[in-house]
């Protein structure tokens, strides 16, 4: 019996722009110009002889039929994508990580060489953004987020939960071994969050410091650069510094740690049934083993 099958290419433009409410996005995922999702869905509605989209004043909306088309097509695009992929040998494919700066940049990127050698043909893509990417939409495969208490209330996992410690460049402790008030009384260093150094000093036991004389506040990433360069002490976790500590650029203070939030994993369920998906998640997962509780 034959089936009255539109264009493939049609069918992914539309689910493409679908998903993400844009003609502009679906392009972009797809490797094709505006106009080709253009040509391909005003195709599509004149095959089905319906209106799957609505234009607006600034971009389109799925239209009742539309919606109800989108939810059936993508379903069936995602079983023709698990049957081809169940017959491949290993996963291949490209996955997009969206983590949070600090993370982004001081455990994931040192690990890439050595996933990429092990799996070449997964092209691994890094974005680092403080905004959560919709991972329902595939803006990311997998997002990296922290949470300073609880969970978060999307499909995730514990990805490390480990104590934060204070830090230092070894230029700044010149061979000394500071008790828990002396390193209050260096320049402190935090991001832009919750002040964790009064709460690291009532775990040890001092007179936790006035809340803003003797820090700076700057974002992770730029806090970790001030302690490399002797500027202050950092307090932060381990995942974040390992590489620097394993290179002697900083050293541990003090074995004094204090819980403050948790990195989770984020992914979405239809994500995640790609082998290459779960190939990456896995591998993040076993990397982070160590900083879990």
Not at 58 to 63: H, K, N, P, Q, T
Not at 137 to 155: I, N
Not at 185 to 206: F, H, N, P, Y
């Amino acid at each position: 019996m034959s089936r009255a099958l539109p264009p493939l290419n049609a069918l992914r433009a539309f689910e493409a722009a679908g998903r993400h409410q844009s003609f502009s996005r679906a392009a972009e995922e797809l490797g094709v110009n505006h106009s080709a999702i253009s040509r391909h869905v005003r195709g599509l509605e004149h095959r089905l002889g319906v209106q799957l989209f609505k234009d607006l004043p600034r971009g389109v909306e799925l239209s009742v039929d539309g919606q109800a088309y989108l939810g059936r097509i993508t379903t069936a695009l995602d079983l023709i994508s698990d049957a081809t992929e169940d017959l491949a040998e290993a996963p291949e494919g490209r996955v997009t990580v969206n983590s949070e700066p600090l993370f982004a940049q001081k455990f994931i990127v040192p690990r890439m060489a050595v996933f990429q050698a092990a799996c070449p043909q997964i092209e691994l893509r890094l974005e680092a953004s403080h905004e959560l990417a919709d991972v329902d939409r595939y803006e990311a495969d997998l997002a990296v987020r922290f949470a300073h208490s609880g969970s978060l209330d999307v499909p995730s996992d514990l990805l490390s939960d480990g104590l934060i410690y204070p830090y230092a460049a070894p230029s700044l402790l010149a061979g000394r071994e500071l008790t828990p008030a002396q390193i209050l009384s260096e320049r402190r260093l935090r991001d832009r969050r919750e002040d964790t150094w009064a709460k690291w000093a009532q775990c040890a036991g001092v007179e936790p410091p006035p809340s803003e004389a003797g820090q700076w506040r700057l974002r992770a990433n730029l806090a970790v650069e001030a302690a490399l360069e002797g500027q202050g002490v950092y307090l932060g976790s381990q995942e974040c510094v390992a590489a620097e500590c394993a290179a002697g650029r900083l050293v541990q203070c003090s074995d004094i740690g204090v819980s403050a939030g948790a990195f989770y994993l984020v992914y979405g369920e239809r994500g995640v049934r790609r082998r290459a998906v779960r190939q990456v998640r896995q591998w993040l997962l076993e990397e982070a083993r160590p900083f879990r509780a």
